[in-house]
Nanobody
Framework: QVQLVESGGSSTQAGGSLRLACTAS????????MSWFRQAPGKEREGVAS?????????ADSVEDRDRFTISRDNVKKALYLQMNSLKPEDSAMYYC?????????????????????WGQGTQVTVSS
């Protein structure tokens, strides 16, 4: 069983930056593909980015100007991060940390809508114009 706890969500103005964090309670963190998803009111949940245990990053095509976001992980601290810069009002959403047990820690492409095994409760990001 893996428990995920997100933090770092806040309200900010457009153009601002936020860093989300997620901590995992598990002995097998290196087995996990770690990802960030988000869901805005009235919209479907969408993948933002994934990072494998070797640090390989996968970003979703659907995120506008995705170069604004950087996903990273710390396998020693069992933590996942999402650095978000140049935030836009359309980035406002509940952001979720998710983990997929792939044994190898490899992340499949988000476009294939892979199943994730564990989810956090979410952290709210609100960006005002």
């Amino acid at each position: 069983q893996v428990q995920l706890v997100e933090s770092g969500g806040s309200s900010t103005q457009a153009g601002g930056s936020l860093r989300l964090a997620c901590t995992a309670s598990t002995f097998g963190y290196r087995r996990l593909c770690m990802s960030w998803f988000r869901q805005a009111p009235g919209k479907e949940r969408e993948g933002v980015a994934s990072v494998g245990s070797d640090g390989t990053r996968v970003y979703a095509d659907s995120v506008e100007d995705r170069d604004r976001f950087t996903i990273s992980r710390d396998n020693v601290k069992k933590a996942l991060y999402l650095q978000m810069n140049s935030l836009k009002p359309e980035d406002s959403a509940m952001y979720y940390c998710a983990a997929k047990d792939t044994v190898s820690g490899y992340c499949p492409a988000l476009s294939g809508r892979p199943h994730f095994d564990y989810w956090g409760q979410g952290t709210q990001v609100t960006v005002s114009s």
